[in-house]
């Protein structure tokens, strides 16, 4: 099984619930076919670097996952299939790839667990001087 990464993008006219009814459709591709997936970010909407379709913006979406080379083709002709994905790109990683994309995660994990303790003690400081 090989490492890979897709970035999809989809129509910007979709409502949050059918992005994420789309997003959902690929995942369910992806347990299907007895594929690992080990990160999935949504990145929201974006704008692009040139227009596609005559769409300046767009939904981001990100999958890492474990599969076999075999499954590319069959994702390709799902992305092709659907109508709500504008743009996409599948890239088998290599082991350095994978190394810094869990390096990428952990930190990520980690920034999003800490907790900004400076900005409350100045909001509580900030209190303390209008009540006296």
């Given amino acids: 099984m ?28 992806l347990a299907e076919n007895d594929c690992k997936l080990v990160n999935e970010e949504l ?31 069959k994702l390709d002709i799902a992305f092709r299939r659907d109508e709500r994905v504008i743009r996409f790109l599948n890239f088998r990683l290599d082991k350095y790839a994978v190394e810094y994309a869990e390096k990428r ?18 909001t509580e400081e900030a209190v303390e001087v209008k009540e006296k």
């Fill in 105 to 122: 995660r952990r930190l990520r994990a980690e920034k999003a667990s800490q907790t900004p303790a400076e900005p409350v003690a100045a």
């Fill in 2 to 29: 090989n490492h890979y990464e897709t970035v999809f993008i989809l129509t910007p006219v979709l409502s949050d619930d059918q992005m994420k009814e789309t997003v959902e459709k690929f995942k369910g591709i």
């Fill in 43 to 73: 990145w929201g909407l974006r704008k692009l670097a040139y227009p596609i379709q005559k769409k300046s913006t767009g939904f981001y979406c990100l999958f890492e996952f474990e599969a076999d080379p075999s499954f590319i083709k």
